[in-house]
């Protein structure tokens, strides 16, 4: 639980232990009294992760924080929700599960993201289904934390503001949680053959028609008696769906151009970042630089293609007084020391949008040394400058 702590904790940990009590409150309604006293060893249990959690966030501001700038939840305050918030949630939800605006409802992807939906749908139904009739703990627990993982979530994106929450981070994980609340339904009581007697009910008379053969086996079929339940059919049917969905969009991050898709996911889609670069991690290298500032999404690329040799920065544009600031995420803070960055012989990778800033900023200094394609590496003649302004 450590830079993803805060993630898991709103993703699983948090909704894991909200479920433990629910489950534990359940149990002390209908066992006279001695629910909680059985559910005790499982409410300790679910909240170990939370405290481990609580640790890796402290762990995070009290040692991680001294050597590598990251954004963390300071800035987040709580609000009242609006109506957009939760649209948003919603939506995207649905664009998670394969839905998008422009898909012709018929295309092999409308009816993908139509199914997608439609999985999603049965799972929630099912899940009110189980825990109003089931008698087995653990078919209720677990669809008691499929509902508490997207409740967690919703009031997440509705009562906190603050720095962008991207909703693929958060969104997207929890889409696997439907696998085992699917399988964990439970049909067998409330419909069908299978649903107990109600009390008082009066029995029916001995001489009452006797039912046709073929609604005593729909009612079996349906209640589980049988060795394939609709049950099963339907939960085997909505995660053949999901899976289904998430095989044909594995297709299109291998090949983008064989599947007509928007991509709506991170706020960077261009997947020939490695291509482009490899030059520039090349000349770099040969040229001795040891040192670059780039956009986040291209700057630990250059470290990595360069197999390290080429330390970078993430940087981004600023305001217009300083058109260029640091990024926080994910930087080692050792780098942005102007003692150390004096030493080393800098550069600046920039792609089209910080060609802009670097224009800008007058004061700079950069002599433009190289162009590949959309970068331009330009040479910093004073580079602990820059790293005194960027400070």
């Known amino acids: 639980a450590c830079l993803a702590g805060v993630r898991d904790l709103m993703i699983s940990i948090a909704p894991l232990f909200v479920t ?14 001695s629910g909680l006293k ?10 170990v992760p939370v405290l481990f959690g609580g640790l890796g966030y402290m762990v995070n501001a009290g040692v991680l924080a ?5 954004a963390d939840y300071s800035v987040q305050s709580l609000s009242m929700g609006t109506f957009s918030d939760l649209y948003n949630v919603i939506y995207n939800t649905f664009v998670d599960l394969g839905f998008q605006d422009f898909q012709k409802l018929f295309s092999v992807e409308g009816l993908l993201g139509v199914g997608g939906v439609t999985a999603w749908i049965v799972s929630i139904i099912l899940a009110f289904h189980t825990i ?3 008698r087995e703990a653990s078919a209720v627990f677990m669809q008691v934390f499929w509902l508490m993982v997207q409740f967690v979530i919703t009031c997440v994106f509705i009562f906190l503001s603050g720095a962008e929450l ?18 964990a339904a439970d049909l067998r009581e409330g419909y069908g053959a299978a649903e107990t007697e109600k009390p008082g009910k009066a029995p029916k008379r001995a001489g009452a028609k006797r039912e046709r053969t073929g609604t005593r086996g729909w009612k079996r079929l349906l209640g589980g008696d049988a060795a394939v339940s609709v049950h099963g059919l339907v939960s085997i049917a909505a995660c053949l769906l999901i899976l289904c969905n998430g095989l044909f969009y594995t297709g299109f991050f291998r090949d983008p151009s064989s599947i007509r898709l928007e991509y709506t996911g991170l706020n960077y889609n261009d997947t020939g970042t490695v291509k482009g670069l490899q030059p520039v991690a090349d000349y770099l290298k040969e040229n001795g630089y040891t040192l670059i500032y780039g956009s986040y999404w291209d700057a630990a690329v250059v470290t ?14 600023g305001s217009h007084k300083h058109p260029i600031k640091y990024m926080k995420w994910l930087a080692d803070l050792k780098l942005q020391d102007p003692e150390w960055v004096k030493t080393q012989k800098v550069g600046i990778v920039a792609n089209m949008e910080l060609s802009y800033a670097v224009a800008d900023f007058k004061d700079l200094d950069a002599v433009e040394v190289a ?3 959309g970068y331009t590496l330009y040479e910093l003649p004073n580079p602990a400058a820059l790293a005194e302004d960027l400070s």
Request: hydrophobic share 50%.
């Open 304 to 317: 990595e293609l360069s197999d390290g040799a080429v330390k970078s920065l993430p940087v981004e544009e």
């Open 66 to 70: 001294e050597r590598y700038a990251f």
């Open 20 to 33: 433990a009590v629910i489950c534990a409150l359940i149990g002390e309604r209908g066992e006279n009294g």
């Open 132 to 134: 109003r009739h089931s």
């Open 371 to 373: 162009s590949f394609g």
């Open 38 to 47: 059985r559910a005790a060893p499982g409410l300790l249990l679910a909240l």
């Open 166 to 183: 991207l909703h693929m981070l958060y969104l997207l994980p929890i889409i696997i949680w439907i696998f085992p609340a699917l399988a």
